[in-house]
DNA sequence: AAAAAACTGGACTATTTGGTCAGGAAATTG
DNA sequence: CAATTTCCTGACCAAATAGTCCAGTTTTTT
């Protein structure tokens, strides 16, 4: 996809396409691999901290490389969360097929929350730094959410309306559908904690999560006329 | 409520309970006042910027009061942290009754609904801090997670299990149902601007919340086979 | 009205921070 | 192999920060 994030200026010479996680690292193509390290490392401080309280120091601990080296690789603070936030966005928007109004109501729902519960197992870092990002006004993301994002919503909530229409499922508002998705499903990586401390885990099982969509599953569908 | 989330010593002598808010200014009573201004602008503050990225200083223009000052009420930074937090926890206790069994499922789970709508409504900052707080791993309220938020999920889960015994509901997961509910409606606080942004407008109105609260209870309640 | 308590605010400090920079190491090239 | 380009880093700095201190002012109590 294209960057569409970072507001600056190009963050630093790419000598190689980035987004494409785990290549091998091949000799005397250290950058790629540091680069990957010090995205990592940010990406868990900064969800854990925020980005103010973030300090490129801990970041260049975490990836075990000095701050200087982390200020060479990304000219400053700034261009760090940039970048996390456009990989973010990027991995999202790759993750949801388009629909279509020919589509099964039922199923494509039923996937739709098993692939946001999936993501929210599988990157859940991702998820809380995101989350972050909203719940303090978004203010790299504001852009990216009243274009790419909006269109996105707008475009699944006309095929939902229009299975709706075709009296395919009962008729609930189709944003407020996709909201209760996304909110419902992006709870489990962002409230982590709190869910553990609920049920007194310590830690989720692949299960717990397989659970959980099943769960949204069947309350939502049948919430949507689409089960018995 | 009885105060439990402040655990390094008191905070600061306290002549009059906290938490009333808005009481009439009596001449010499500058104190409450001032306690309430500091409070408000440091649930502003935090709420925007986390913990760690928030500074005395801001809190103390936003409040109009010197940093000093600020700083003779709430003897440090934490202080300040704390005593927000303990309101929040505070607030969402009271708001909350007891269920009971005998109860009618479909009014009770309209009405937790809508009050936690209303909440979301009401009070979109503390409902952001808490978000923060548990996001960043719940450094302070962890505890209470596992103690009093546990029981309170866990008493109500047990009687929304009763109700599924009796065959007055769908037989769904009690936990997940509540933590459904809390999470769909703690998103229209705290994910506010990306809602606003798909939606296109500029701020909630009234009956955004009431539509949302609408639209929930009905997919909810559909979900557990309290509505045709 | 005097003494005590509560409050105010400017000056100060020790520490931490983001970011710069000059020069050295390593790789690449001719 | 030498020249050139790329990559890396320790030392440094100006700005900002949490918190202290204390001398003075206002309010409350006696």
Sequence with gaps: MTRQIEPDSPETKRTTSSGDKRKKVRPGRIRERNRERILMAAEKEFSQNGFGATTVQKIADRAGLP????????????????????????????????IQPEDDPATTLASFI????????????????????????????????????REWVQARAGVIQQWIDAGRMAPVDPVQLILLIWSSTQHYADFQVQILAIEDKSEYTESDFQHAADFLTSVILRGCGLAP
Tied chains: 1, 2.
């Design 114 to 149: 098993h692939a946001k519960v999936e993501l929210s197992r599988t990157h859940p870092l991702a998820s809380r730094l995101f989350a972050l990002e909203i719940i303090q006004g978004a203010p790299v993301l504001k852009d990216h959410l009243s274009t790419t994002m």
């Design 67 to 98: 701050k200087s080296n982390v200020l060479y690789y990304f000219s400053n603070k700034k261009r760090i969360y940039y970048a996390l936030m456009d990989d973010i966005m990027g991995r999202w928007n790759e993750m949801f097929s388009k």
